[in-house]
């Protein structure tokens, strides 16, 4: 049986989840192992936070807190914000010495191979304190897409912008201090070398890729790559492994160039999780082992994942590479950006104990920015969520237990066709292929529709009550506490042999308080 590695590649440990993150990646990679799992496949699910970002350490700075303190704290805040919405990873990514040993072991494979090349790159640099600047030390304009923000990964272009290439950049740290550019030793890992490669590669997901990542992939293959740090002369973060390279002592390993070995740690702590035992965090990824990986991340982090954590396997050799990347738009709160710092945000764990889960992921899958930016509002939720789901689904409910404990009632050839479209139209959402919430809440509620139109009958209770089964089958990756209260199991099923079913009450959602 076929593995799929789904991984949501964790958020900067600097705070609390907010839904602008759960609409997106983490609400999506849940729902794909899901229904993979229900659907009989072998899946292990993993995430995570991400603790190397310099982003912990001025977000910490902000706060007046220490940035250890700060990311052992919003690790578990995220754990529980995952549970508190019903996103059950199998694995999740903490920060301890296993991690910092097993990220050093992979650049040093990578540099005892000769694919890490010594260069010398500007960055800004601030004489008063003998500091360089980069990613969130310092801020200026994207020379891509003129967008205002960091260096690293633009937000609004998914480009990757080096911290020399910012224009008119100015400290984070301290705005007074005047800023200049100095060349600096670091190693990289030369991009261009890959060009061919990752043109066939990304060639063969052109059919799968959404909008932005392919604009993305194309943008960049037309243009020389550049030397992608992968060590930086900066403080904060894992000391870099390189005792034969003097010249980047007391460097760390660049934050975001740490993408595949956070994901094979994640996929590695994912089975540890199920009572397996790889012989490495690595060992999952090899390609015999003839796992699928599948990739869900906010389209900003295209560049780290798509680009450069593809050309350091091709550079290794002998790892599987990504299947697909699904990636997500932004989601907004009152038509207005989640800002923590502006108070402008809620939280899932805060939305949470005001509502049940269920109906929060169903609402978050039906505005999910899958292609463009959406927009949360609670007064919308509220009103979305009972016309289109509460509602319908306790009609159903009722219809159908007014048959419950009667016996067995036959199932027609009609209904076993109808709940194969049911199965296929569902499966089309979820496939990690195709993968859309928006597909999948809009099936969830076509169908939902028509079973709350049903005028059932004596004579066609048993097709009803077959057809609401495999509706809340289907439906279970999103409604997940609907499910687990009626349902036996959670096994999509093979519709073509159902012959008759046995009626019983089922379960009623509860109203959003008012």
Same mark, same amino acid.
């Given at each position: 049986m076929e593995r799929m590695l789904v991984i949501a590649p964790g958020p900067t440990a600097n705070g609390d989840l907010h839904l602008g993150h759960l609409a997106g990646p983490f609400l999506s990679a849940d729902v794909c192992a899901r229904f993979a799992r229900a659907a009989g496949r072998d899946v292990l699910f993993g995430t995570g936070v991400h603790f190397t970002q310099n982003y912990i350490v001025t977000t910490a700075r902000r706060l007046g807190v220490p940035p250890d303190e700060l990311r052992t704290r919003s690790a578990e805040q995220v754990e529980g914000t995952l549970a508190a919405v019903g996103i059950e990873p199998d694995g999740f990514v903490r920060f301890d010495e296993r991690y910092v040993t097993g990220v050093q072991q992979f650049f040093g494979r990578l540099h005892d191979a000769g694919k890490l090349k010594l260069r010398s790159l500007p960055f800004p640099y601030v004489a008063r304190t003998g500091e360089y600047l980069t990613d969130?030390?310092?801020?200026?304009?994207?020379?891509?897409?003129?967008?205002?923000?960091c260096a690293g990964l633009c937000e609004s272009c998914g480009h990757w912008i080096a911290s020399g290439d910012l224009l008119e950049p100015r400290s984070t740290l301290n705005p007074d201090d005047e800023v200049e550019l100095r060349e600096a030793q670091v190693l990289v890992l030369p991009l261009e070398e890959y060009r061919e490669a990752l043109t066939e590669y990304f060639a063969g997901l052109a059919g799968t890729m959404r909008p932005r990542l392919a604009r993305m992939a194309e943008e960049l293959l037309s243009r020389p790559l550049p030397d992608y740090p992968v060590t930086l002369p900066i403080a904060w973060g894992i000391p870099a492994p390189f005792p034969k390279v003097p010249e980047v002592e007391g460097q760390v390993i660049y934050a975001d160039s740490e993408v595949i070995a956070w994901s094979m740690h994640s996929s590695a702590l994912a089975a540890e999780q199920r009572g397996e035992k790889p012989a490495g965090d690595d060992a999952l990824w090899f390609a015999e082992s003839g796992a699928r990986v599948v990739y869900f991340f906010g389209s900003d982090a295209g560049f780290a994942f798509g680009l450069v954590g593809v050309a350091m396997?091709?550079?290794?050799?002998?790892?599987?590479?990504?299947?697909?990347?699904?990636?997500?738009?932004?989601?907004?709160?009152?038509?207005?950006?989640?800002?923590?710092?502006?108070?402008?945000?809620?939280?899932?764990?805060?939305?949470?104990?005001?509502?049940?889960?269920?109906?929060?992921?169903?609402?978050?899958?039906?505005?999910?920015?899958?292609?463009?930016?959406?927009?949360?509002?609670?007064?919308?939720?509220?009103?979305?969520?009972?016309?289109?789901?509460?509602?319908?689904?306790?009609?159903?409910?009722?219809?159908?237990?007014?048959? @419950? !404990?009667?016996?067995?009632?036959? &199932?027609?050839?009609?209904? *076993?066709? =109808? /709940?194969?479209?049911? #199965?296929?139209?569902?499966?089309?959402?979820?496939?990690?292929?195709?993968?859309?919430?928006?597909?999948?809440?809009?099936?969830?509620?076509?169908?939902?529709?028509?079973?709350?139109?049903?005028?059932?009958?004596?004579?066609? @209770? !048993?097709?009803?009550?077959?057809? &609401?089964?495999?509706?809340? *089958?289907? =439906? /279970?990756?999103?409604? #997940?506490?609907?499910?687990?209260?009626?349902?036996?199991?959670?096994?999509?099923?093979?519709?073509?042999?159902?012959?008759?079913?046995?009626?019983?009450?089922?379960?009623?959602?509860?109203?959003?308080?008012q």
């Amino acid at each position: 049986m076929e593995r799929m590695l789904v991984i949501a590649p964790g958020p900067t440990a600097n705070g609390d989840l907010h839904l602008g993150h759960l609409a997106g990646p983490f609400l999506s990679a849940d729902v794909c192992a899901r229904f993979a799992r229900a659907a009989g496949r072998d899946v292990l699910f993993g995430t995570g936070v991400h603790f190397t970002q310099n982003y912990i350490v001025t977000t910490a700075r902000r706060l007046g807190v220490p940035p250890d303190e700060l990311r052992t704290r919003s690790a578990e805040q995220v754990e529980g914000t995952l549970a508190a919405v019903g996103i059950e990873p199998d694995g999740f990514v903490r920060f301890d010495e296993r991690y910092v040993t097993g990220v050093q072991q992979f650049f040093g494979r990578l540099h005892d191979a000769g694919k890490l090349k010594l260069r010398s790159l500007p960055f800004p640099y601030v004489a008063r304190t003998g500091e360089y600047l980069t990613d969130a030390y310092v801020r200026g304009t994207c020379p891509v897409c003129l967008s205002e923000g960091c260096a690293g990964l633009c937000e609004s272009c998914g480009h990757w912008i080096a911290s020399g290439d910012l224009l008119e950049p100015r400290s984070t740290l301290n705005p007074d201090d005047e800023v200049e550019l100095r060349e600096a030793q670091v190693l990289v890992l030369p991009l261009e070398e890959y060009r061919e490669a990752l043109t066939e590669y990304f060639a063969g997901l052109a059919g799968t890729m959404r909008p932005r990542l392919a604009r993305m992939a194309e943008e960049l293959l037309s243009r020389p790559l550049p030397d992608y740090p992968v060590t930086l002369p900066i403080a904060w973060g894992i000391p870099a492994p390189f005792p034969k390279v003097p010249e980047v002592e007391g460097q760390v390993i660049y934050a975001d160039s740490e993408v595949i070995a956070w994901s094979m740690h994640s996929s590695a702590l994912a089975a540890e999780q199920r009572g397996e035992k790889p012989a490495g965090d690595d060992a999952l990824w090899f390609a015999e082992s003839g796992a699928r990986v599948v990739y869900f991340f906010g389209s900003d982090a295209g560049f780290a994942f798509g680009l450069v954590g593809v050309a350091m396997l091709m550079a290794l050799g002998g790892y599987t590479l990504p299947a697909h990347f699904v990636t997500n738009e932004f989601y907004e709160l009152d038509n207005d950006k989640f800002s923590t710092s502006r108070g402008h945000v809620v939280t899932g764990r805060g939305l949470a104990a005001e509502v049940p889960r269920d109906l929060i992921r169903f609402y978050l899958a039906a505005t999910a920015p899958d292609f463009q930016r959406t927009n949360f509002s609670r007064a919308a939720m509220d009103k979305v969520v009972s016309a289109r789901l509460v509602a319908p689904w306790n009609r159903v409910a009722d219809k159908a237990g007014r048959f @419950a !404990g009667g016996g067995p009632l036959p &199932v027609s050839a009609r209904s *076993r066709e =109808a /709940a194969a479209r049911t #199965v296929e139209r569902f499966s089309a959402g979820y496939d990690a292929r195709r993968f859309s919430l928006t597909d999948a809440a809009f099936t969830l509620t076509e169908q939902l529709g028509r079973l709350d139109r049903w005028e059932v009958t004596a004579a066609d @209770a !048993g097709d009803f009550c077959h057809e &609401v089964d495999v509706f809340l *089958r289907c =439906a /279970a990756p999103l409604l #997940v506490d609907l499910a687990a209260k009626a349902l036996p199991d959670l096994a999509v099923p093979a519709v073509s042999s159902v012959t008759e079913v046995a009626p019983r009450v089922l379960p009623r959602l509860a109203e959003i308080a008012q």
